[in-house]
């Protein structure tokens, strides 16, 4: 949480942009506003958290494919 609120002061007190390399899904969904999602080296994806959380190429990527019951 605190490095969250770090992150987020500073991008709005200051203005700027920050370029964030994480593979921690819930900070990056929670903290950003526009996404690029690589795989291997390559673009899969880019656009808001819920645009990159329901495209096929990350699900499979990075997020796993739903089990089915």
Excluded: W
Excluded at 31 to 40: D, E, G, M
Excluded at 53 to 65: C, F, H, K, M, S
């Amino acid at each position: 949480d605190e490095i969250l609120q770090l992150i987020r002061r500073l991008r709005d007190e200051l203005n700027i942009t920050i370029v964030l390399v994480a593979h921690d899904i819930p900070l990056i969904m929670n903290l950003c506003t526009q996404i690029q999602v690589l795989n291997y080296g390559r673009l899969i994806a880019e656009g808001t958290p819920q645009t990159v959380r329901t495209n096929p190429e990350v699900i499979a990527a990075y997020l796993g494919q739903a089990q089915d019951a």
